[in-house]
C-alpha cells in the first residue's frame, strides 16, 4: 500500500481563544490558498462534473477484495460509484451505488465465471437500523449525500456548508491547516490543508464502521426479495461501532488545469483498508441521460 503521510494527531486548537469571525476569516483565507493551489477560482467554478475511473484494493475483515473503479459525480445532487469486484474462478461482481437528488438506488450482480455462483447479491452498508424500508431509505439518502460532500471537497474543494477554523496539525513530515466542515444533516468533516504546498492532505470524520452482506439468491428469486431478506438481517444486527473514517491525497498530477490526486488511501481508527490508485479523470464529461437512474 503506497504510504501518505498521515496526520494522526492531536490537534492545536491555536484560534480555541479567538472570536468567530477571526476563525471564519482565517478559514477563508484557507480555502482560497488551497483552491488557488489546485487550479484557482475560475477553473475549479467551471468544474460541474467530474468523472475519476481506476482501480482499487480493499481489505474488510477476512475479505479481501480488488477491481476496477469508477465515481461520477454532478454537483450539486448526482453521485453514481461503479465498482467491478474480482472474484474466485474468473467471476465478477459488479456494484452501483446512486445518489440521483432525493433518489437513492443500489444494484449488484455477478457476471461469468464459476466464483462464488449465479445470484450472489453484496450489500454494503453502515447502520444496521430496524429494518423499516423508509428509515432504511432514509438513512442511504443521508449517507449518500455526505459521501458526494467529501468527493466535492476532497478534489473541488466545494462545501455548501459552514466552514471554521480548528487550530494546525504537526506531524514529523510537517504542519497542515485543519479546518472543519458542517453540514446540517451529517457529521462535521475535518479537511487536512498542508502549510507548504497548500494542497488537501486528508479528510476525516466520523460515522458507523461499514459492513458487507453477501447473499446467495436461489434461482428464481426476485430483487424485491432479497432485499427484504436482507432488512430483515439487519434487524437482527448489534448497533455498529462508531469509527474515525480517513480520506488520505497523494500524487496530484495536473488534468485539463487542474491538480488531482491520483492515489487516494481510506482508512479506519488510522488502520488502512482501501487504496485507490486512479488511472484517469474527465473534467465536464457529457453524462447519458440514464447514468443516475435505475
Not at 458542517?182 to 468533516?189: F, R, W
Amino acid at each position: 500500500m503506497t504510504h501518505i503521510m498521515t496526520f494522526v494527531l492531536a490537534i492545536i486548537l491555536s484560534l480555541a481563544a479567538a472570536d468567530a469571525s477571526a476563525q471564519a476569516d482565517r478559514a477563508a483565507a484557507v480555502l482560497a490558498e488551497a483552491r488557488k493551489a489546485l487550479g484557482g477560482e475560475e477553473v475549479l467554478r467551471a468544474v460541474t462534473r467530474l468523472q475519476a475511473s481506476g482501480e482499487f484494493r480493499r481489505t474488510m475483515g477476512e475479505m479481501q477484495m480488488e477491481g476496477g473503479l469508477e465515481i461520477l459525480l454532478e454537483r450539486p445532487d448526482k453521485l453514481r460509484r461503479n465498482e467491478e469486484i474480482e472474484m474466485p474462478g474468473g467471476a465478477t461482481m459488479a456494484r452501483t451505488e446512486v445518489l440521483n437528488g432525493t433518489d437513492v438506488w443500489d444494484d449488484s450482480g455477478q457476471r461469468g465465471g464459476m466464483g462464488m455462483g449465479h445470484g450472489v447479491m453484496m450489500m454494503m452498508r453502515g447502520p444496521g437500523g430496524d429494518g423499516d424500508p423508509e428509515r432504511l431509505k432514509e438513512m442511504q439518502r443521508r449517507m449518500r449525500r455526505q459521501e458526494l460532500l467529501r468527493y466535492s471537497v476532497a478534489w473541488l474543494l466545494a462545501a455548501d456548508a459552514p466552514v471554521s477554523y480548528a487550530g494546525v496539525a504537526e506531524a514529523p513530515d510537517g504542519k497542515a491547516d485543519v479546518l472543519d466542515i458542517s453540514p446540517p444533516d451529517g457529521p462535521a468533516v475535518r479537511l487536512f490543508v498542508d502549510q507548504a504546498s497548500r494542497l488537501p492532505l486528508m479528510l476525516s470524520w466520523q460515522g458507523p464502521a461499514p459492513r458487507v452482506v453477501m447473499r446467495r439468491m436461489a434461482p428464481g428469486t426476485s430483487r424485491e426479495e432479497a432485499e427484504r431478506a436482507a432488512r430483515d438481517t439487519a434487524r437482527e444486527e448489534a448497533p455498529p461501532q462508531i469509527v474515525t473514517f480517513e480520506m488520505r491525497l497523494g500524487d496530484y498530477r495536473r488534468v485539463d488545469g487542474l491538480l488531482l490526486p491520483h492515489e487516494i488511501t481510506r482508512a479506519v481508527n488510522g488502520r488502512t483498508n482501501e487504496e485507490w490508485t486512479i488511472k484517469s479523470y474527465k473534467i465536464n464529461p457529457s453524462f447519458k441521460s440514464n447514468t443516475f437512474t435505475r
